[in-house]
Structures are given as C-alpha cells and as structure tokens.
C-alpha cells in the first residue's frame, strides 16, 4: 500500500486527524505496548534477568506516559533497554516534508511549517519517518551546551532570510526539538551542567525556553527517557532537584542475579560463532568466567560504586575462544575447546573493567584479577567435586610429581602428560568427559581439575616463561654478552 | 634468528631462540604464611591487642 504524499491524501487515510491531532508520542508507546502485553510475548528482546524487577516497572511507567530515568551501575543495559524503546513506536510516522522537528501535519509548532500549511493547505507535501529515526541518543558531558541540546541563534540564517535575529526563523534547532514526536535518551544526565539541566525541566514542564536571551515557545512532543549512575544522583551528587522532581519514575537496574542468568547473557552478546573451527565451550568455563564477574562485585578490593560491568564476562569470554583457537590454528586441530588456563590469559579483558580500591592498587591489577580468578575456579570446582576423594591426584604430587604445561601446548602432548598423574583421568567423568573423547575435551577438564586443586591450595602452581628453541647448536664456550672473552690464561702460580 | 640468550636459570644459552612461551608448573603445595596473609585481617586481629596497649 503506498502512502499518502499530501496533507489532504492523509487526512483521507487511516492517518486521519482525529487519530494523530492529540496522539502524542506517549499515547503511541503506549498504545503499542497494550497489544503487546495481551499477546503475553517479551516485551525487550534480549534483555535477561529483568522480568520480574526492571521491566514490569518500565512497563508501568510507560502506561503511566511518564518520562523516566534508569539508574543503575556501568554494563547493566541501560542504554539498551532504552534504544529498545523503538519497538513501541508506529513503523511510519508522517510528518511535514523538509522540517527540521518532524512537525505534525495537523498541529505543527514550528513557524516554517505552520506558514507552509496556510499557503499550500492540503497540498502540503508529507513524508514519513521511521521508528528508529525517531530515536535520538546523547551521552552527556560537562561541556554540552544550550545550543547542542536545545538550540542556538543562527546570524547566517538571519542573514540570508532577512529575519530579525529575535525571529523564530532563525533559530538552528539542537538535539532535543530534533528529536520531537520521537524518543530523546540522555547518558549520564548528572553530567550535564546545572544550566542545561535548567532548560531540560523548563522544555519538559512549561514548553518553553530562552536562547541567548530570546524567549522561544517549543511545546515539543518527546518522551525523554535518562540513565544515570545512582550515586551522582543525589542532591549531593550533580543532579538539579527540581528536574529530578519531573521525571516521573526512577527505576534501579541490577546484574544478573544468578549465575545461569549471566551465561546466557554472555551466550548472547559474546562474538563466539567464528568461521573455520568448531568450537566447545565447557560448561565449567563458561561458569569460571561468569564467576569472575560476581566474585569481584563482591570483593573488597573492587570499587563497588563503580561496579563491574557484564562487559566484562562478555570480553573474557571472547578472549578465552580466541587464546583457545590461536593454540587450535597452531596444532591444526579442528575442535577449539578452551581451557582454565586461557582464562588467565584472557587478563587484558579483565583488568581494564576493574575500577580497584586503595588496597587493590597497591596489589596491582594484575595480582587482584588472578585473585579473582582463582576464587571463581575454587567456588566453580566446589559445585562439581565437593566431597569428592582427591587425595590421590594430591599425593602424586606431594611425593614430588610435577608437570609443567605450556598454554599453547597442543591437546595430544598435553594429554599425554596428564595421563601420567595417578587418579586424575579416573575424575574427568563427574564434568561428562570419558577416555573415548576427544584429547581437546580430556585436557580441558583434567586441567580444571588441576587448577581446582591449586584454588583450594592442595597443590601448587606457578608461571614461567622459559624459551623456546628450534635446533640446537653443537657445544662452544661460552660467551658473554657483547664481547669475545679472551681465551683464559693459566693463573700463574703465587711464589 | 641465532642469539647468545640467558635461560630462565640464568643460563646463557646458544640455542636458537624462536620465542618465549608461557608455562605452568603444577607441583607439590608449599605454603607461605607471608604471602597469605592480609594486611586488613591482620590489624583487626591486632586491634584489640593495639587498643588495650594504648599504642
């Protein structure tokens, strides 16, 4: 079906007058969102863990058609719940042609287009919009200003128009009236400075602003929606009272509550499907790594008003399949399955989302994520093999027994080695691994194991870098570094 | 690439050098009490004994 281009074509379609006069933007998100809760669907594709707590309160705030403000620490998908807002929105939205705000054909607010409706009447040209064009998104800053957010006085307009700089005509329109009869999210709102906050609430309460002295009306059609960081927003914090009072809900996001509610976040934003090898993540690696994220939100020497974002499980994640699938290009092996060991190996993913406390600085990043590491494999060996006899893998190794592993060491070797350590391939069938599995399956959960017994301080562990060596050279001398040693001179003799 | 290098035991060595590689070495458990032990669980321990000494 192909859609009316005129005013007067609209006002004969199922965009009439009656429908969108008064339809403002909340009235839309609403009356798509009805529907959708009687078919029963979700409501946010995507979004885990927030059934039951974040989403029926957005729920309530959109049927309630407030503007409102997700608050919540770094990674908790704020901004995503927000740019997910689109989906409420009509799939067309007409508006008049060439204007900068989107008018409304039958309400228009702009002086260009109410003057182009006088002159041209049904004949006015009409196009549409669709839902994601209506999504405007700014991450706030100290230094944005009026005239970004709101707008500024153009003298070139008013140059060439010939327009009083007092006149409406002449105004460049900022990110918010470009926005109208769409969504409008702001990052981080307490980062804005107090002023633009001021022309925030005025925009929001009275339809009203002054732009370099000149008063100007803007009865916008926006929902704007916030995110913040619920510690700067307190009256202590940065944020202006008076438009903390007009937002009409405040909602508090979380992490995932749950380990599996974690993994299947993970699963589904992790860039895992990598052409050319087939990959396997254990069911233990994948909890090691979500671990890592819930022990350091609980840990002392991590930041917890920072918080730690589900970024960082999701990086790790990638960095493990990829330290996994370097060792697997290397062997020529075709099935990538990653081990504990690349966990640690995935430490440049880790560290960089940590914010640390005094204590963890004087650690270091480094020591406190192997910390970090470690207690998540300990907690995670525990759900497999609490109670379980190992005193026979620990013995071998308390009568001396060593074994030293290189993380790029291909399966077949590494597993030949691990056959040598008495009662441990007689573990590997509690993690659903036998001896006819693949070596790449076998290593990997006999070095969970091993790393288990080391979180647990039942064995020791620890790194080296040794070289490697291609071919070896016959015996000479030896040299030191930078000059030839003369040939040594018999010592003469003292008398 | 030929290089005179110093092994991991200090060695020097006429081996030719295509790399380093990381390696773990899991052995026997030897504890270390120093190493285990927290600076802020050790004061609260010592806290009382402080207070009472009136240091």
Known sequence: MSLPRTLGELRRSPFSEERLRSRHVKDELRDNLVPKLRQGGPIFPGIVGYDDTVVPQIINAILSRHNFILLGLRGQAKSRILRSLTTLLDPQAPYIEGCEIHDNPYAPICRRCRELV???GDATPISYLSPDERYVEKLATPDVTIADLIGDID???AARGGHQLSSELTVHYGLLPRANRGVFAINELPDLAGKIQVGLFNIMQEGDVQIKGYPLRLPLDVAIVFSANPE???ARGKIITPLKDRIGSEIRTHYPATIEEGISITAQEAWTQRNGY???VPKYVQEVIERVAFVAREDKKVDKRSGVSQRLPISCMENVISNAERRAIHHEEKLVVPRIGDVYAAMPAITGKLELEYEGEMKGADNVCRELIRMAIAKTYDDYFSG????????????GG???????????EVLQA???IQGLMDKLPKLAVGPKDSSELQVSAAEFILEGLYAHKRIGRSEERVFTAGEKQPKRPEAGFGREEPPARPRRPFN | MKNLQRDHEGRLTDLLVVGRMKKVRYSKYVPDPAGEMSMEDLLSALSDYLLQSGF
């Open chain 1, 118 to 120: 006088a002159q041209d």
């Open chain 1, 155 to 157: 003298p070139i307009k």
């Open chain 1, 232 to 234: 700067d927003y307190t």
């Open chain 1, 278 to 280: 087939k990959l396997h």
């Open chain 1, 388 to 399: 379980m006899n190992m005193q026979q893998v620990v013995q071998w190794f308390d009568l």
């Open chain 1, 402 to 412: 060593e074994i030293q592993l290189s993380d790029t060491a291909g399966a077949a």
């Open chain 1, 418 to 420: 691990l056959r040598g």
